[in-house]
C-alpha cells in the first residue's frame, strides 16, 4: 500500500476525514526548478510567520489574516495577499538551542561535530546533478567563515564566494560572443527607439493637419 493511500484510510477511519482533496496528483511530477534561500538573523518567527497566542510573547505584534486563511504577523502585509500560493511548515521542531549548531543542523541535516564536517544542502545538489555547469549550481553572499561549504565533497561543489553583494562577482569574465550579442542588441534598441519616436512625432503631426483642415 502507498502512503499516501495508508495516510488517508487512517485519517478516514480515525477521525472520518479525508487527508487530501479529491483532486488527483500525478506522483511523477517533478519541480523544473527549486530556489532555496537561506537568511542569518532578521525577524523573528514569531513576528513573521509563526505568531502566538500569548501577548507577553508576541509583544506589540498583531495578527492578521492571509488568503490562505491563516494568520501571520501585521508587519507583513504584503505577504499576507499571496500566502495562497505558499505554504507555512510550523511542525518542525530541534533539541538544537544554540544558533550556530542550529544553522549548521538546517544547512547540513547533521548535529554539528568536532570531527567531520557536512556538505551543505547546494554542496549535495551540485554534487547529483547532471544540469550543465556554466553557471554555479548555488552562491554564498557575504558568508561567514563557519559555513560547512562542500564539507567532505569535492571543493569545486562550494558554494561561489561574494562578499559584498553591491559589488558582484569580481575576476569574471563574460564570454566574447556574448559580449557581441550584447552589443548588437544595443544598437538595434537605439535604432528602433530612434523608429519609433519618428512614427509618434508623424502621427502627431499629421494629426494636427487634420484637425486643422476640419477647422
Known amino acids: ?11 478516514a477511519s480515525t477521525y472520518g476525514v479525508k487527508a487530501y482533496a479529491d ?5 511523477n511530477v517533478k519541480a523544473k526548478n527549486i530556489i532555496y534561500i537561506y537568511l542569518d538573523g532578521g525577524m523573528s518567527h514569531i513576528d513573521t510567520f509563526d505568531p502566538k497566542e500569548d501577548k507577553e510573547v508576541m509583544g506589540d505584534t498583531e495578527k492578521i489574516i492571509t488568503r490562505g486563511d491563516f494568520q501571520i504577523g501585521h508587519r507583513l502585509p504584503k505577504v499576507a495577499e ?3 500560493k505558499a ?10 538551542g544554540a544558533h550556530q549548531q542550529a544553522q549548521y543542523l538546517s544547512r547540513t541535516s547533521y548535529k554539528q561535530l568536532g570531527t567531520i564536517t557536512h556538505p551543505s544542502l547546494g554542496s549535495w545538489v551540485s554534487h547529483i546533478s547532471d544540469r550543465d555547469k556554466d553557471i554555479p549550481d548555488f552562491v554564498l553572499v557575504n558568508g561567514i567563515s563557519t559555513h560547512p ?3 567532505f565533497l569535492p571543493k569545486n561543489q562550494s558554494p561561489l564566494p561574494i562578499v559584498d553583494p553591491k559589488d558582484g562577482l569580481k575576476n569574471s569574465k563574460v564570454d566574447d560572443k556574448l559580449q557581441e550579442r550584447m552589443a548588437l542588441l544595443k544598437v538595434i ?11 509618434i ?3 502627431t503631426m499629421i494629426q494636427f493637419v487634420f484637425l486643422n483642415l476640419k477647422t
Open 23 to 27: 483532486t488527483p496528483v500525478a506522483d
Open 82 to 84: 499571496v500566502m495562497d
Open 87 to 96: 505554504v507555512v511548515i510550523r511542525s518542525t521542531t530541534s533539541k538544537t
Open 189 to 199: 534598441n537605439k535604432k528602433l527607439t530612434r523608429l519609433l519616436l519618428i512614427l
Open 1 to 11: 500500500m502507498e502512503r499516501r493511500t495508508f495516510i488517508q484510510a487512517l485519517a
Open 201 to 203: 512625432m508623424s502621427s
Open 149 to 151: 561549504g562542500s564539507g
